[in-house]
């Protein structure tokens, strides 16, 4: 049985993997979070997860069970953690869980990791949690293990922004279920995407800080914080075919000097 | 669309099903934990998440996303924590994952949920993560989630067992990557079972105490605890479905009672 | 002054103990919890102190002060935390105790500890802390403090059981309050048993699964999980000298090893 | 069967005396620590323990279980936490610890705790257990708990300090397994006293700062911080005496204005 | 003495215009971190405490004494933790400064918070210390305090940006030690810029993702991560006076609201 | 630019003189707490930075940005954290801001550091900080940091006293906003003391214990614990002329040892 999925293989094909062949593993941390009336909760763990599945038929890579919880949605990345559904971790917990898969893949004996975020919030936990992991490991005597870490959609060309957004692209700040995740969306897991509820609200416009308790009326009442109309199947593998792409190559690069 | 699974609704089908139904969230606990040469290390998580989804037919119910990484593997019951592909969470950071998700759950409006749990590692700190959870939510002025919390093995009939074991079953004790658990596998994931690198071992002997760190040599070297080898598909079927007929018939009859 | 006990000693006799005779030392780790109106609320740090003091008379070891403090009682254990007088901490509370006692022995110079429970929810508190411990003492370089974990009534024999339950065993998960610990306090603190007060409900009743927050009208009023009619001083004593004679003959022996 | 101790209590006695007869907590606060060639390392759980139970005939009350591990010894306080057998917390642990007792003791419906410290270097941490747990007790509603606090020695007063040091009272700083403590112990425990081991070393010199990692030389290798060549059972109990009168004083008063 | 910073009133001249005047508390969050050659270690917290003087000058406010200490430094964002000088703090700890602050400011009956960050890694453990905070007040029945939070940078405008940047702007990400920081030291602090250490190295190039641990060779030995060779006392002055204009009509248009 | 304060040095300035010149770095713990109607809130970080700047022009020292937030005021040590404007942290918050500014310094290669208190109440918290830091120290292999710690007013000598008493010195306990610290601001800071609003209320009375929640009626409402009348300038620069002769002749003699 083929499978590049960590939680499908046993454990003494992983340890091949893992330590004989010096595989990468890749680890995605997402949300569980509402993406307006037409995508998925799962949408940030999802999309994540799909990334590493195809960077994995490209590099050997061994993929983790997704991090599927994730830190508190803000009203200007997500539309706030008030909505209903949104699932969310306090930020000492994420950071714990990251740290503790990360030791454990160290114990292993794993030397290359990259963590794939795919939910903005999380990012200072997971990098916290990344800190605490080498820090404790270290201690244990194990200094190789080198961490890659990225939110994937920096891994964007402005070339590919250009085709999204014929009319300019607006800045990823309000890109909460809008044109790229939808259109990722189609692509990854056309079946989940309610296209027929898209809503044609006009984008969200914040002032330069938050309030809190969050200004819910600041929020449009779907939770998409820009329009998602010009979203589409083939954007969408554009984006998803450039992310495993650039992805990939970055990975080789970074990790054949581990190797060295 | 139709799905039970939370991650793959969106927010306002989510609430719809949770405040005007009153569904039931059923929160599935599990590990990533070797399970012999012939089990994925998954089937700690995947096997509590197919019964949920079993029983989110039978009764109408929204399945959360699994929590996968589950406590240390204990060599008494799932093989020990030196197994290289064990992933586990230190019991504090379980425990706080478990918090945070059921809060989230009675901030929603939840009423109802089921914390099922397949990993025999996880059982206390579940059931702490579930009392800081209503604690807070005590807190918060919400006292009206009733949590239902089971390892789903408990489900188990005598009658069941003795035709599982028809040489007289040997005890939950040593159940780890063996017949019933390997019978579920072939019932709910074939492909993932290597049906032929099923060793032959016999089954470990264990003193009454543990020994830390742990005495290795006292676990067989497949990590699997007594043998598989009367597991068969049809076991697995009779199996999972008495735990979804007998599991579905427990909350409909505590949640019934939570309507009134 | 002739003692074994920890408190009792001064450091010096204690080093010598420790380091010149290489003792074990010997940890309860216990509850104050309600346990019917026949047992006093001490009893599961009581029996538990008593065996290591019986066990410290046949090989040399030092009884360190009990863990009088345990984790919540569960209403299928014991009755459940509700009951006024169960003082209980909560798990991490009880796991930094553990860890913080353990890493104290290990900068002593312990090379031999034995944990013994005597309270069923301690169960994987304890050994979290014990993971916790190990781990801080490999950072201070610390990997030759070797630890043997259990709970005191895993010793009891089948032969003992049939004499303690002439009509059948019914399993140790209701006996709180009941027959083995009443027989046990009858013979370690007789005075302390009101056996006027001793109530002859019959034995709980429970589904295979909890409710959060707990359905108390489960148990009996008075706490007690099932009959505690045939206790008896002489079975008391029966079972203390095999917990004494088989715990002190395995400590013996993993701990011989050691020595080598 | 008459006891004052809590851990000797059926629940049912328990009750009746805490919610019947509104007696009042008293829970000591000890150490498990090097008290010098001569005194028991429990010197400071069982002095506390044996005024509580002192206190406990004269008003009526309760004595909870002691707490018998404290915080880390202090070079110019208790010796420093260098020697072995000296079993300390963090402090961390000793505040959850703390914590979690008295939020019991106010779930239990108990109006009025005393917590007696017999341990210098527990004062904050029981402090802040203590803040704590009013804290969380607040946010359960329950806001009618009333807790006084103290060292049992600031209850000595300055006639008995010129009986007990007729060469004058060279101050509570470098009273550690001095002529107070050790006079305490020949009246409460003598057969722990080894008074044929008491060094007669000069009183160790402090500069007015710490250093750390402690300077060990600068405190006598017996771990007796000042002579305790004047201690007698006389003198240990007219301390005792007198502590047991005036905190029993102290609490009435105190916990009368409670009642009304 | 007229004051507007907390530390140097009387707490019942603080009283006095917290409770009966209504005014906002401005809290500086900041760091003490490499900043170049030329820029002392204290910039993250000078900077934004000078804008809350500003501020306070402008509408009735009191300054709280800044947390001088933050969250580690990033290669990307600040150069690094790897510099010696960095003094950070684990995300945790940072969270638990903010949230206790917070809480106190609650129980003094502050109904106006504005948090002011001056150094990008403290976003979101400042967002989780607000979010706990009003979380605990909240149990306190305390629900009125009302919390602005942003980093001072995102006031900019494009107008003051062209003024700044007459090449164009390279955009914040790299405006570590640059030319913005650099202007503001000139205008705030002129006598602790070190402006003839100014090195004039290109800027620093990153590609889209992290290494941990990290890749210092891709740090300006400076730890400037762009020029700042266009700075300016007179574009600091433009810079702050903005800063100071606009935060302080932000400050009034939100919490006039809450007056009424 | 010479300065001898942290946050106003560079990066390489720091690194020159902590690394090159084995300067001491001065690390002033304080607090943000009511000081009567009189002093500033600010008084308990003011002072020891101000000690700390003093001694730093006697011996080469670097200081730390202080601490500007302490532990909990107690009524008998600061009049209780009842008073608005008392802004204090959990004794767990301020131990790891201590923690983890030790453990950079000592990443820094730090091998002096003295930590100099001015709020009783931090003492514990600090002393647990330190410890915590210098376990993680050991654990990253760094042994060689010292670290001296001290309350400032331990350097208080008799004859001192005898000059600011003529009357007699009624001891430590109740000078708090009183004669030491009104003389100390009189000399330091000058400006912020409001002479004028000097009550003379009688001291306070304590009993020997506390009472929680605090009996705010045992507190004068100044929030000053005994008069401060005969506080003078004079008084105030001999007190400070003699910490910092003292103190920097201590660290001097401490710390020449380290260098050897």
Redesign the interface.
């Known amino acids: ?1 083929q ?1 590049n ?8 094909e ?2 091949r993997r ?2 004989t062949e010096q595989q990468t593993v890749l680890l995605p941390v997402g949300a ?1 979070e ?9 949408t940030d ?2 999309l994540p997860t799909a990334i590493c599945k195809g960077v994995a038929e490209r590099i050997p890579a061994i993929v ?3 991090i ?2 994730g ?2 949605s ?1 009203p200007r990345m997500g539309g706030g953690n008030h ?11 994420l ?3 990251v ?3 990360i030791k ?2 160290g ?3 794993g030397k290359k990791l990259a963590v794939m975020n795919g939910h903005c ?1 999380n ?3 997971a ?2 949690g ?3 992991a ?1 820090r404790d490991l ?3 005597g194990i200094t190789d293990l ?5 939110d994937y959609w ?2 964007t060309t402005p070339a590919t922004l250009d085709k999204c957004f014929p009319d300019g692209f607006p800045g990823f700040a309000l890109e909460h279920a809008a044109v790229l995740e939808t259109s990722m969306g189609l692509h990854v897991f056309p ?2 995407v ?1 296209i027929d ?1 898209l809503v044609d609200d006009p984008a969200a416009v914040f ?7 969050a200004r819910t009326e600041w929020v449009p009442p779907s ?1 998409v914080l820009s329009p998602a109309k010009g979203a589409s199947a083939e954007k969408g593998k554009m984006l998803f075919d450039e992310y495993v792409d650039r992805i990939s190559e ?1 990975l080789r690069k ?1 990790f054949v000097e581990t190797d060295k």
Chains 1, 2, 3, 4, 5, 6 share one sequence.
């Open positions: 049985m499978t999925m960590m939680a499908e293989m046993t454990w003494v992983y340890l893992l330590q569980l509402q993406h307006g009336y037409h995508l998925p909760m799962g763990h999802f983790a069970p997704p599927a919880y830190y508190k803000q909505f209903p559904g949104t699932t969310s971790l306090d930020g000492g917990t950071t714990l869980v740290r503790d898969i454990e893949l114990r292993h004996g919030e990012l200072f936990f990098i916290e990344i800190d605490l080498l270290r201690f244990e080198k961490i890659v870490r990225f920096d891994f079946d989940l309610r509820s002032p330069p800080y938050d309030v809190h308790p939770g970055a970074e």
